[in-house]
């Protein structure tokens, strides 16, 4: 057993405060947070707020109360809110925590010895950790989200410490190891169900293990921007068995020959002509909604060169973004894999950022897939075939432009291999999660409607799926008679769907026209993220308007 391992499997209140290293006189929010949370998870406490005793009527420790009403629950949620935000001042000036978290705090260290399994039995410390953690989490509205209202409003040093954190740790946390536990902002608050997540809505309690978390804060240059143009580019827009091609299995992969194969994928496309192809569509697209925000390609639709090419076209001179799948093919002898990434491209991404985040799954066809793509002519039926492809360093980057759109990107598997990213993108509860597929149709009735689904459902993320047209046309399933040109689909929390984005067979391109709805959101202990004014507090992208485009001809294969 790792010495990881042994720690965090300790059993006592004082043990895991050790762990951590809480300062009680100079808390930080986020380390107060994390501690609390991780007992209320461990323990099962968080199940209490949906019990008539809370919540409290006041925010005195181990308070009581007598009945639930709606006036105790806002009375309460005031107060939190209030505590919170001059725990946000004092920890800006470097100012001891406010009386009542200190108290908090000492009132835990009195019960160092308690075994967690007790904490569900003991009002007075779930009650405790309970409010602690509310009030943590009101200390952190805003934190890592450009143009916040509450940000702004205070205009104080503590978001910009949080930032430094996030850019330099990869969590909110000063003392909390991140073998330990990482703190992230957060946007969806749960709400179906009842967990851990259930009860914030600005940090996330993300589980620290083979997924490494990157929280970027790029601002638009338009920070009051309410709606967004996506140019979804099928690239490329034919594909043929021949560019599927089987390379041998090295000796070192201790797999059998005769049952086991591995693949490449390389479009063989002319750099400049690719280039100029989606530069061209991008200035037709212009033409009809006036401005395009970003430009998405699904996976493998780019080479590392056409990657940057088209980044110095669409990002550094037309001020897009650019959010592409990369390919790098892997050699003929088979003894370097091949790369297979995404890339997020702004123009505010500062020069020298890596923006690459590697895909988590190789792609397993088999038979039937074989079959269903018409792929038999280069790859044996028999046979499992895996993608050549290395698995490195597990990350998922989290890029927030607005403060209603933080964003996150997923290759293909990644989306429904639920191992290890799903825990950690329902946690942070990304605004919008855009899947990037080498995959067939777009349909309702597929593998990727599902997945989109449950992710609109919780955390209540906005989700769109890409895949290239190539792709879609290849794929031709037994007993259906015609191919599909279902491109793309979008599933949002809000308006219904899911939606099929089908291209009409004289264009090449869509325009997807996003808007922002905002709502209220309710956490379970009874806080809502509304503001002063009464609006809404969390951005819910929905689909707005459709446009389909076609400009010049499309690119020569490379003979």
Not at 207 to 212: A, K, M, N, R, T
Not at 418 to 435: I, K, S, Y
């Amino acid at each position: 057993m790792t010495t990881t391992t042994t720690r965090t499997n300790r059993t006592n209140i004082g043990d895991l405060r050790e762990l951590i290293r809480l300062d009680s006189a100079l808390a930080w929010p986020p380390d107060v947070f994390a501690f609390a949370a991780i007992l209320l998870q461990k323990s099962g406490a968080y199940t209490k707020v949906v019990e008539p005793s809370w919540p409290p009527a006041g925010t005195a420790a181990g308070s009581k109360r007598s009945a639930r009403t709606a006036a105790n629950r806002d009375r309460w949620a005031t107060e939190i809110r209030t505590l919170g935000m001059a725990w946000r001042k004092a920890a800006a000036e470097k100012e001891a925590a406010p009386p009542q978290i200190r108290a908090w705090l000492h009132q835990l260290q009195e019960q160092s010895e308690m075994p967690l399994d007790r904490i569900n039995s003991s009002p007075a410390i779930y009650r405790t950790l309970l409010q602690t953690c509310a009030a943590a989490d009101e200390a952190c509205a805003g934190v890592g989200l450009p143009g916040h209202r509450a940000a702004a409003a205070t205009l104080d040093r503590f978001d910009i410490e949080a930032t430094q954190l996030l850019r330099t740790r990869q969590t909110l946390c000063r003392s909390v190891d991140n073998a330990v536990v990482r703190v992230l902002p957060k946007l969806h608050t749960p709400q179906v169900g009842l967990t851990l997540r259930s009860l914030t809505h600005h940090l996330a309690l993300c589980p620290s293990g083979d997924i490494l978390p990157e929280w970027h804060k790029y601002p638009s240059s338009s920070s009051h921007q309410r709606s967004l143009n996506l140019l979804l580019v099928p690239w490329p827009p034919t594909i043929s068995p021949r560019d599927f091609a089987p390379v041998p299995v090295p000796p070192a992969y201790n797999m059998d020959p005769r049952k086991f194969g591995f693949f490449t994928f390389d479009p063989n496309r002319r750099t400049s002509e690719v280039v100029n192809y989606i530069v061209r569509l991008f200035d037709a697209a212009t033409e009809q909604v006036d401005q395009v925000h970003a430009v998405i390609l699904p996976e493998g639709a780019l080479g590392p060169d056409q990657h940057q090419k088209l980044r110095t076209q669409i990002t550094t001179k037309r001020g897009a973004m650019l959010i592409a799948g990369v390919t790098e093919r892997s050699t003929k002898d088979g003894l370097v894999a091949g790369k297979n990434y995404c890339t997020f491209d702004t123009a505010t991404v500062p020069t020298g950022t890596p923006q690459h985040q590697q895909k988590h799954h190789r792609w397993r066809v088999d038979k039937p897939q074989i079959l269903q793509y018409g792929l038999g002519g280069s790859l044996d039926p028999e046979k499992i075939w895996w993608e050549h492809v290395g698995v490195q360093q597990r990350r998922v980057r989290f890029v927030s432009i607005y403060d209603w759109l933080t964003m996150c990107v997923l290759i293909c598997e990644d989306l429904a291999r639920q191992d290890p990213v799903a825990e950690l993108v329902r946690a942070v509860g990304p605004n919008l999660v855009v899947a990037l597929l080498m995959d067939g149709p777009q349909l309702l009735k597929r593998w990727s409607s599902r997945y989109a689904m449950v992710l609109a459902d919780d955390p209540g993320s906005s989700v769109l799926t890409l895949t290239s047209l190539g792709m879609a046309t290849l794929c031709r399933p037994p007993n259906e008679k015609k191919t599909s040109r279902c491109i793309a689909l979008w599933k949002d929390a809000k308006t219904g769907g899911p939606y099929e984005i089908e291209l009409p067979s004289d264009k090449e391109a869509a325009v997807l026209s996003l808007a922002v709805e905002e709502h209220v959101e309710s956490s379970a202990d009874g806080r809502t993220d509304a503001t002063s004014d009464g609006r809404g507090g969390t951005g819910y992208p929905i689909l707005a308007g459709i446009h389909f485009v076609a400009r010049g001809s499309q690119p020569r294969r490379k003979n």
